[in-house]
């Protein structure tokens, strides 16, 4: 199993940058599918970005072009960078780990971004 824990959330104008970073313990980080989900007031929890063990992305379309997920296996790292942030990507942020043939999932505990106009 694998723990995570997720930091970077603030208060930010629209237009500003920030950088949410995930760390993991507990497990073998490598082989996880590693993401970022959010939930905005009033909405399902989303998917935003992910990666694969391979480096593979995915991103919402909402935020492609915007938002960049890393990861950084030697430190066990996950990273969302956030650039042009928008009051509409205001949400918590998840860190999420995935062993997907195992159905297995893993979630922090959330980090508040606040995009203010």
């Known amino acids: 199993q694998v723990q995570l824990v997720e930091s970077g959330g603030g208060l930010v104008q629209a237009g500003g940058s920030l950088r949410l970073s995930c760390a993991a313990s507990?497990?073998?980080?490598?082989?996880?599918?590693m993401g970022w989900y959010r939930q905005a007031p009033g909405k399902q929890r989303e998917l935003v970005a992910s990666?694969?063990?391979?480096?593979?992305?995915n991103y919402a379309d909402s935020v492609k072009g915007r938002f960049s997920i890393s990861r950084d296996n030697a430190k066990r790292m996950v990273y969302l960078q956030m650039n042009s942030l928008k009051p509409e990507d205001t949400a918590v942020y998840y860190c999420?780990?995935?062993?997907?043939?195992?159905?297995?999932?893993?979630w922090g505990q959330g980090t508040q971004v606040t995009v203010s106009s």
């Open positions: 999420n780990a995935a062993r997907v043939g195992l159905h297995q999932d893993y």
């Open positions: 507990g497990s073998i980080f490598s082989i996880y599918r």
């Open positions: 990666i694969t063990s391979g480096g593979s992305t």
